[in-house]
């Protein structure tokens, strides 16, 4: 069987740009991209923060662009969905007894002697009518990412963490105001982002309630609203919607690696996890960032430390 220096899990600016530095290293490299391939960025319309695109640039053309350099460099890539490894020891030994074996959902296996995982994180979404058809046409998950959109214009925030009370202050830069919506009936962000937020004039608080559909026919114009403790419905005229009720690590393919309590791949010595030939890169260990120039960085660090793992053997 065909032995790969590199099998990258993930085809999102995590897996691409690990791809990009491996082959340029002269590494064999497989790209197990999945089914959806390119990640979040997929689902997103215009890109304004990722460096040298000074007009921005559509989601899917970015991945599509970082795709075509991995080819171009020699990276092999194939749309299936990875299904499963078999790690062997600890370490490839130089007689290639023990290689990861990695299985796919067509039922093909394929051999390395490393593995980079970049498999990402989803949103939480809040599953209610009319929001997923307009992701990217108002609802949005990153405040950061699409914050210039909504100037002037009024958004609502969904969540409770600290993740929700920072896109609301990112947001009160750009838009007139911004109201945060929380299930309960008090926040779990820690005291000093409640009180930056409770303080700001521009934020308005709705506790105890619950987005139950987001209205407009191409692009949000409004939501329902539930009060859980009365269960009265009422309608909010509103220009935009940020979800900030969690990220899901897409990492419980992977038995035997660790991760923290919320699912995220816990890192050593740069992006080693805890099997010594098996690297992460991007949102599936980085709970703090979730930057599509972060994950591409992460994809950097994990190459070169592949490339270096191999040089030591």
Not at 262 to 290: C, L, M, P, S, W
């Amino acid at each position: 069987m065909e032995l790969f220096d590199v099998i990258i899990i993930g085809s999102g600016p995590a897996g691409l740009t690990a791809a990009i530095y491996t082959t340029r290293a002269n590494l064999k490299t497989l790209v197990i991209a999945g089914r959806t391939w390119g990640g979040q960025l997929q689902l997103t319309t215009l890109v304004e923060n990722y460096p040298g695109f000074p007009e921005g640039i559509q989601g899917p053309d970015l991945m599509t662009a970082f795709r075509k350099q991995a080819e171009h460099h020699g990276a092999e890539i194939i749309d299936v969905d990875f299904k499963s490894a078999d790690y062997g020891s600890t370490a490839f030994t130089t007689s290639g007894s023990s290689p990861i074996k990695i299985k796919t959902d067509d039922d093909k296996e394929y051999q390395s002697k490393t593995v980079i995982i970049a498999t990402g994180a989803d949103t939480k979404w809040l599953d209610v009518p009319g929001e997923k058809e307009k992701i990217g046409r108002g609802v949005s998950s990153c405040a950061p990412c699409d914050g210039p959109f909504f100037r002037n214009k009024n958004v609502i925030v969904v969540g409770g963490g600290d993740s929700a009370m920072e896109e609301a202050l990112v947001m009160t830069k750009y838009a007139n105001e911004v109201t945060i919506i929380h299930r309960r009936d008090s926040f779990r962000a820690s005291e000093i982002m409640q009180k930056r937020v409770k303080e700001h004039p521009k934020i308005k608080l709705m506790f105890n309630s619950e987005i139950t559909e987001i209205l407009g026919e191409n692009k949000v114009e409004g939501a329902k609203i539930k009060n859980n403790q009365t269960n009265e419905v009422s309608e909010m005229p509103i220009d935009g919607i940020f979800v900030a009720v969690g990220h899901l690590p897409n990492s419980g393919s992977f038995k035997g690696i660790e991760t923290d309590a919320q699912g995220f791949i816990k890192v050593r010595e740069h992006t080693k996890t805890n099997i010594d030939n098996v690297f992460v890169a991007g949102d599936v260990h980085d709970a703090t960032y979730k930057q599509a120039v972060t994950a591409a960085g992460f994809g950097c660090q994990a190459a070169l430390e592949v490339e270096k793992w191999l040089m030591n053997q």
